[in-house]
T-cell receptor, first 111, second 116 residues
Framework: SQKIEQNSEALNIQEGKTATLTCNYTNYSPAYLQWYRQDPGRGPVFLLLIRENEKEKRKERLKVTFDTTLKQSLFHITASQPADSATYLCAPQYNFNKFYFGSGTKLNVKP | NAGVTQTPKFRVLKTGQSMTLLCAQDMNHEYMYWYRQDPGMGLRLIHYSVGEGTTAKGEVPDGYNVSRLKKQNFLLGLESAAPSQTSVYFC???????????????FGEGSRLTVL
């Protein structure tokens, strides 16, 4: 089965800096790749979706890239704020019932 | 518009007991899913449904059963609970035929189950 790798160590950054989170997958490339935010004790919330044929997608302070050659997606938060502190999950999607979720990377933004 | 609602939010069971988790969505979604989330493991798909009356196995279906008698509800059952089923369970839904879709999953807030 597909293996999704996200940095299990927390990422600690200073407010105002850009946070970059990495998602690597094995085997074949997904048709889509989604990113979710999860706060403690809450369910994941959808942030962005990028398609296989898209190199980059932006939404406000968020940017996602998708490199099918490297089998990697990068998730960027620019001008980070303490409110951005959460765990971020990547989810390569192969069809409607095949989402493989990574275990997530915890982001801590310090004031 | 409540989205996806899960009940109960917390439950403690003894080994061998049975229980049912209920998921309800009010977005007229066709697809519904049950995931479990364990530390360091990510979300793993247990069972899913593509419509009323249909269910299918996911990645880790053993020890669980599901039913989707009504479109808005998706039930997850544990017939004989085991300590290995201690986890946080999330229900999700997606895809509506009568509105545009982004492909995203809408999650409930989770049900925390402990099996002693």
């Amino acid at each position: 089965s597909q293996k999704i790798e996200q940095n299990s160590e927390a990422l600690n950054i200073q407010e105002g800096k850009t946070a970059t989170l990495t998602c690597n997958y094995t085997n074949y490339s997904p048709a889509y790749l989604q990113w979710y935010r999860q706060d403690p004790g809450r369910g994941p919330v959808f942030l962005l979706l990028i398609r296989e044929n898209e190199k980059e997608k932006r939404k406000e302070r968020l940017k996602v890239t998708f490199d099918t050659t490297l089998k990697q997606s990068l998730f960027h938060i620019t001008a980070s704020q303490p409110a951005d502190s959460a765990t971020y999950l990547c989810a390569p999607q192969y069809n409607f019932n095949k989402f493989y979720f990574g275990s997530g990377t915890k982001l801590n933004v310090k004031p | 518009n409540a989205g996806v609602t899960q009940t109960p939010k917390f439950r403690v069971l003894k080994t061998g007991q049975s229980m049912t988790l209920l998921c309800a969505q009010d977005m007229n979604h066709e697809y519904m899913y049950w995931y479990r989330q364990d530390p360091g493991m990510g979300l793993r798909l247990i069972h899913y449904s593509v419509g009323e009356g249909t269910t299918a196995k996911g990645e880790v279906p053993d020890g669980y059963n599901v039913s989707r008698l009504k479109k808005q509800n998706f039930l997850l059952g544990l017939e004989s609970a085991a300590p290995s089923q201690t986890s946080v369970y999330f229900c999700a839904s997606s895809y509506s035929r009568d509105r545009s879709n982004t492909g995203e999953l809408f999650f409930g807030e989770g049900s925390r189950l402990t099996v002693l």
